[in-house]
């Protein structure tokens, strides 16, 4: 997961939540790669994409959820925040969209039905 803006965020996130790639990261030193990636091995090399969707499938299976797919997570994100009154702009700039019209094209129907766009006009 790479990408202009977006992978300025996942790295402010890998910053604010040390995870096991933080502990990794301090045990190699120096000759650590840095990839900019989210997921990445003990040796900091990114996983194969087909590995994280699998290792995904596989915990939701386990965790006796409901089938969703890895993709479908920031849509879910999106939805519940929009649904929760967050304003559409920052749903835009999490989601990484270079303008609130996609956002608003892709998730209008929740949009319409959140309790403070009910003829507000502001969205």
């Known amino acids: 997961m790479r990408g202009g803006d ?3 965020r996942q790295l402010e996130l890998l910053v604010q939540v040390p995870g096991p790639g933080t502990q ?3 045990a190699v030193g120096d000759s650590w790669p840095h990839t900019g ?3 990445v091995r ?3 090399h990114g996983w194969h994409p087909n590995a994280v969707t699998q290792r995904f499938r596989r915990l939701v299976r386990q965790g ?3 089938p969703i797919r890895l993709h479908d997570l920031p849509h879910s ?4 925040a929009l649904s929760a009154g967050v304003d559409v702009k920052v749903v835009s700039e999490q989601l990484g969209h270079s303008t609130t019209t996609l956002t608003r094209d ?5 949009i319409m039905d959140t309790p403070t766009s009910a003829g507000s006009g502001s969205r």
């Open 6 to 8: 977006s992978g300025e």
């Open 24 to 26: 990794w990261r301090l």
């Open 37 to 39: 990636l989210f997921f």
């Open 42 to 44: 003990p040796d900091g």
């Open 64 to 66: 006796g959820l409901p």
């Open 77 to 80: 994100a999106a939805t519940i």
């Open 106 to 110: 892709t998730y209008q129907s929740v």
